[in-house]
């Protein structure tokens, strides 16, 4: 049985120079496989047993990256080892020519000084240790000491940023939570007028019920009632709707009625009688004949 598979083009550089879409059997396949990733899983997995995975192509090239990535980080390591360790055998030597230099010129040893000074001179180590110095003198000291401080000017100036913002923050907390103590007794308050009213829209839930049998009985009786008014031939017009049409009508006649009154007024002083009003035509025209009279003498005195 034959595959094809297609592998990236780095992958397949190095299993041998396979290229893309060439036709191999599952043998090949896990010999090439077993050469450079087997190798570096048995190294990774020491004496444990490899786990079991899915051979195919993305496996595989992402095993072999894998693989590649570690190695190359191994390789750095071991670098960055024998660097380190050179320094060390450096820095061993440059002490062992020290104390060299200071036995044979001052006949001075760590065995010889006393025990203020080598407390001292530990001291003075561990400091160029803590401040990472590459040696114990003043030049070396000063600018340690100098970043030190800016470090230190540093720290105080974001403390006293962070204690203002912190302060800020406080100011807004308090305001927060007298916004929330508001907020809740707004709620407290709500959730009572809610229980009032929901107690009250029950009443009248139960108010209505009431009307409404109330309502579908009365409109029962009256249903019967009048079935018995049908029954007993009572005449229409002494029904309350008739009653209620004919005060309407007599309402309407007592409108029309007032511009008449009003009208006949002016003769409501005549006399029924023909000869009392003949009696009341002459007293007038006596009255309007001494006017005249009186008109006339007004005239010829001016």
């Given at each position: 049985?034959?595959?094809?598979?297609?592998?990236?083009?780095?992958?397949?550089?190095?299993?041998?120079?396979?290229?893309?879409?060439?036709?191999?059997?599952?043998?090949?396949?896990?010999?090439?496989?077993?050469?450079?990733?087997?190798?570096?899983?048995?190294?990774?997995?020491?004496?444990?047993?490899?786990?079991?995975?899915?051979?195919?192509?993305?496996?595989?090239?992402?095993?072999?990256?894998?693989?590649?990535?570690?190695?190359?980080?191994?390789?750095?390591?071991?670098?960055?080892?024998?660097?380190?360790?050179?320094?060390?055998?450096?820095?061993?030597?440059?002490?062992?020519?020290?104390?060299?230099?200071?036995?044979?010129?001052?006949?001075?040893?760590?065995?010889?000084?006393?025990?203020?000074?080598?407390?001292?001179?530990?001291?003075?180590?561990?400091?160029?240790?803590?401040?990472?110095?590459?040696?114990?003198?003043?030049?070396?000291?000063?600018?340690?000491?100098?970043?030190?401080?800016?470090?230190?000017?540093?720290?105080?100036?974001?403390?006293?940023?962070?204690?203002?913002?912190?302060?800020?923050l406080r100011k807004r907390l308090?305001?927060?939570?007298?916004?929330?103590?508001?907020?809740?007794?707004?709620?407290?308050?709500?959730?009572?007028?809610?229980?009032?009213?929901?107690?009250?829209?029950?009443?009248?839930?139960?108010?209505?019920d009431f009307v409404t049998a109330?309502?579908?009985?009365?409109?029962?009786?009256?249903?019967?009632?009048?079935?018995?008014?049908?029954?007993?031939?009572?005449?229409?017009?002494?029904?309350?709707?008739?009653?209620?049409?004919?005060?309407?009508?007599?309402?309407?006649?007592?409108?029309?009625?007032?511009?008449?009154?009003?009208?006949?007024?002016?003769?409501?002083?005549?006399s029924p009688s023909p000869s009392?009003?003949?009696?009341?035509?002459?007293?007038?025209?006596?009255?309007?004949?001494?006017?005249?009279?009186?008109?006339?003498?007004?005239?010829?005195?001016?």
């Amino acid at each position: 049985m034959f595959f094809k598979v297609s592998l990236s083009k780095q992958t397949v550089s190095n299993f041998g120079g396979w290229s893309d879409g060439e036709i191999f059997t599952p043998v090949h396949f896990r010999l090439r496989l077993s050469t450079p990733v087997n190798s570096w899983l048995g190294s990774v997995f020491g004496d444990q047993p490899v786990p079991q995975f899915e051979v195919n192509t993305r496996t595989v090239d992402v095993l072999y990256q894998l693989a590649r990535s570690s190695e190359a980080r191994c390789s750095d390591t071991a670098l960055l080892t024998e660097d380190v360790r050179q320094k060390a055998s450096e820095y061993q030597a440059d002490g062992a020519h020290l104390q060299d230099v200071l036995l044979q010129g001052v006949g001075l040893s760590c065995a010889s000084l006393s025990k203020p000074a080598a407390d001292y001179l530990t001291a003075l180590v561990d400091n160029a240790m803590v401040l990472g110095v590459r040696d114990t003198s003043l030049g070396s000291f000063m600018p340690a000491m100098n970043n030190l401080t800016n470090e230190l000017l540093e720290a105080e100036k974001s403390n006293r940023r962070l204690e203002r913002e912190l302060k800020a923050l406080r100011k807004r907390l308090g305001a927060t939570l007298v916004l929330r103590s508001t907020l809740q007794e707004d709620i407290n308050r709500t959730v009572k007028a809610q229980a009032a009213e929901g107690a009250k829209a029950e009443e009248r839930l139960l108010n209505m019920d009431f009307v409404t049998a109330k309502a579908k009985e009365l409109s029962n009786r009256r249903e019967r009632a009048e079935a018995q008014l049908v029954s007993r031939n009572m005449d229409k017009s002494v029904t309350h709707q008739a009653v209620v049409q004919l005060s309407e009508e007599v309402t309407t006649l007592r409108q029309e009625i007032i511009p008449l009154k009003k009208k006949l007024e002016p003769y409501m002083d005549l006399s029924p009688s023909p000869s009392l009003a003949q009696v009341k035509i002459e007293e007038a025209k006596r009255e309007l004949a001494a006017l005249d009279s009186q008109f006339e003498m007004k005239v010829d005195f001016k």
